[in-house]
């Protein structure tokens, strides 16, 4: 018996599949026997020579059958003989192409619904049953699924409108909104209230006067947070939090976590083993206290939350910018003024589409999950472990989808599953969908019973991913106004969101930013200065674009799961700290390149792969990366020893006399210093010369 075909059928409807194989597929010149998933066929014997049946002789038959896995229809054919049969290539061609003219890819679309007339849950039931049952079990379930279809409405208006993007900024020049009533003023204004709020907390705490304007009611998240303990650190050096408030935060920190890929239909070269990564993502935070604590840190310093309070737009001249913000239960519009404005608001930023046009984002991982109080049973998990990356199945309605799991305080769970997408506008990538998929598959991935589980919370977002080739290609910053998070889209294309990306910069963030303030350096070219960019993260961007399966397009099943087996299968043979670098965005130039070349000696057919997945274009902009990627590592190596030092006897000189050259002198030693695996001495070493490096407040 031997495997000679192998399809995903992108419908979740196995038996209307099964069906049509059974009743309307002509096979041609195959006689159909029926069975319980598909049919045998066996050589008409008017076809044979001198009418002789391949019954007469050992079985030579082709067995084809369907079977339903992750919400997906798949299908196999095996033949059942050592040599090809007559006519075999020929019928699996008809097969292939009749399936997928009478199977194609469908990218459904959310319904329009008007909420004055019924309710949310009323208006999604006929197309997304499952996800109204279980929203309505949770706390405040009408409220989210509204705002998880609100945030789908509103990225997909914006993958679909990336030309004409709607106007929200401003200059002197344009049409300038018009001045009502008196205007408060402050140093920094923020639009968004999640990551906002952690670094407006640190810039309040340095005598800045900060506003924060939050369109949600303040302090609670669709979205929770896990890290790293050296990471998390950054909070506690930047004065945020005592280290007795940050474990106040800390709900579990896990022994190890589990990096795995399904391997049932990869070759045994392809397979792999787990990779432990215990100290990767392993702490749970409490987002939603994590929230509060920084508001009222922030409130302590002097600062002011506006909630339930939606940005509308800004004007901006040289001396401020004016910002225009409605508040959402009165539909009352006010303006506040001040000297820098900055866009927190994640993935559906107008801001951020307005800057970047086409090339707002290139990828996003659209993600879905829940909270889960308890209601597993007994041995289904032990809550010391968590999942970092886990697929259970092969390509799925043109989705490789991915699990994550981490435990929380008690028995609590936190369970996502997301894919990494490509941007386009017939595919723009649906929450909804993915939570109808959450809902059915969540007991194939961890056995349980839907109705035993308490949902304390749902979790979804659009993480997005922006491939850049150089550390300015990207927009993050206009007069007066700079992106942060999501925003931004600087972070790792692998496991990090914004949430990792900020925590990981944010002392290159407010140092730099302070020192633009204090000497008023918020023009657009110094702005952008100020940003997360690591050239060791832009160079794995090629790593994400092969887990995306190109809309409109057929791949092997197995094409993904084999190419994540192959490189992690690598990592796990690597020592603890290479797998622990490479996840961090700490790999450095020597690292990549022995990986790079290990892979493709596993699995030559890597490389035709990415080339068939990603096409020559995004090949050609890659290998800018790349080249950028081996400039920097150049220019670190020959800089990173001496340059610190250089910059600290430098300072009170330089700065007082040319703050724009001490902005750019800083960046760059931020710029050879971060993502760099360094040794504990190392460590202490840079925290000590940017500890003098760092500005005081105003």
């Not at 192998?6 to 041609?28: C, H, K, M, N």
Request: glycine share 6%.
């Amino acid at each position: 018996m031997k495997e000679i075909l192998y399809l995903e059928v992108p419908i979740s409807d196995t038996a209307t599949v099964r069906s049509w194989l059974q009743s309307e597929f002509d096979p041609g010149n195959w006689e159909k026997i029926l069975t319980p998933d598909g049919f045998r066929l066996k050589l008409s014997s008017k076809y044979t020579i001198s009418g002789a049946d391949f019954s007469e002789n050992l079985p030579k038959e082709i067995s084809v059958f369907v079977w339903s896995l992750q919400r997906t229809t798949y299908l196999k054919v095996f033949r059942w003989a050592d040599a090809p049969l007559p006519q075999e290539i020929d019928f699996l061609q008809h097969l292939t192409k009749a399936i997928r003219q009478r199977f194609p890819h469908c990218y459904p679309e959310p319904p329009a619904i008007d909420l004055s007339q019924q309710s949310i849950f009323d208006a999604l039931a006929p197309y997304y049953p499952l996800t109204v049952k279980y929203f309505q079990k949770m706390p405040n379930g009408e409220y989210d699924l509204q705002r998880a279809y609100w945030w789908e409405q509103r990225w997909r208006e914006g993958v679909r409108n990336p030309q004409q993007p709607r106007q929200v900024l401003f200059s002197v020049l344009g049409d300038k909104g018009q001045v009502t009533g008196e205007i408060s003023q402050y140093d920094l204004i923020y639009i968004g209230g999640a990551l906002g709020v952690i670094h407006a907390a640190v810039m309040a705490q340095l005598g800045y006067k900060v506003l924060l304007v939050e369109r949600l009611a303040f302090g609670r998240m669709n979205r929770e947070w896990n890290i790293s303990r050296d990471e998390i650190q950054s909070l506690v050096n930047l004065g945020l939090f005592t280290p007795a408030e940050l474990e106040t935060i800390i709900v579990r920190e896990y022994k190890d976590g589990f990096n795995k890929f399904f391997d049932g239909n990869n070759p045994p070269k392809l397979r792999s083993p787990i990779l432990h990564t215990p100290t990767v993502l392993n702490i749970s935070l409490d987002s939603d206290k994590l929230l509060r604590l920084c508001g009222q840190k922030l409130q302590a310093a002097g600062g002011e939350i506006w909630d339930e309070t939606e940005f509308l737009r800004a004007d901006i001249d040289e001396s401020q910018v004016l910002v225009t913000l409605q508040h959402l239960p009165t539909q009352t519009q006010k303006q506040v003024s001040g000297r820098l404005l900055i866009d927190a608001m994640g993935t559906a930023s107008p801001i951020a589409w307005q800057l970047n046009g086409g090339r707002a984002f290139d990828s996003v991982c659209p993600t879905v999950g829940a909270v889960i109080d308890k209601g597993f049973a007994p041995g289904v998990w032990d809550s010391q472990y968590g999942d970092v990356l886990y697929s259970h199945g092969d390509i799925s309605r043109g989705r490789q989808l991915i699990w994550e799991l981490f435990p929380g305080a008690g028995e609590e769970l936190t369970i996502y599953l997301f894919h990494y997408h490509e941007v386009n506008p017939e595919n723009p990538g649906s929450l909804l969908e993915m939570y109808e998929d959450f809902f059915t598959i969540l007991p194939e991935y961890r056995r349980c019973d839907l109705e035993q589980l308490v949902w304390k919370k749902p979790t979804f977002g659009y993480i997005p991913g922006h491939f850049s080739v150089n550390s300015r290609d990207r927009q993050v910053a206009f007069d007066r106004l700079i992106a942060i998070g999501d925003a931004a889209s600087l972070q790792s294309p692998l496991v990090f969101t914004g949430f990792g990306s900020l925590v990981r910069n944010l002392e290159r963030l407010t140092n730099l930013l302070n020192v633009a303030l204090q000497h008023d350096l918020l023009s657009q070219n110094h702005l952008n200065l100020i940003r997360a960019y690591q050239s060791n993260v832009s160079v794995t961007w090629l790593f994400s674009k092969g887990m995306m399966v190109p809309t409109g397009k057929f791949l092997p099943p197995q094409r993904i799961n084999a190419m994540l087996n192959t490189f992690f299968g690598l990592l796990a043979d690597e020592p603890l700290e290479v797998a622990d670098n490479f996840i961090k965005d700490r790999c450095d130039w020597l690292t990549f390149n022995r990986l790079a070349l290990k892979a493709a000696h596993t699995n030559p057919a890597l490389l035709w792969w990415i080339w068939e997945m990603a096409g020559w274009k995004d090949l050609l902009r890659w290998l800018g990366n790349y080249v950028n990627f081996g400039r920097h590592a150049l220019v670190s190596g020959l800089l990173s020893a001496w340059f610190p030092s250089f910059l600290v006897w430098v300072k009170p000189r330089l700065e007082p006399r040319h703050p724009g050259i001490w902005l750019w002198l800083l960046s760059i030693n931020y710029a050879i210093t971060t993502g760099r695996p360094r040794s504990p001495q190392q460590v202490a070493s840079q925290n000590l010369a940017n500890e003098t490096l760092r500005c005081g407040g105003v």
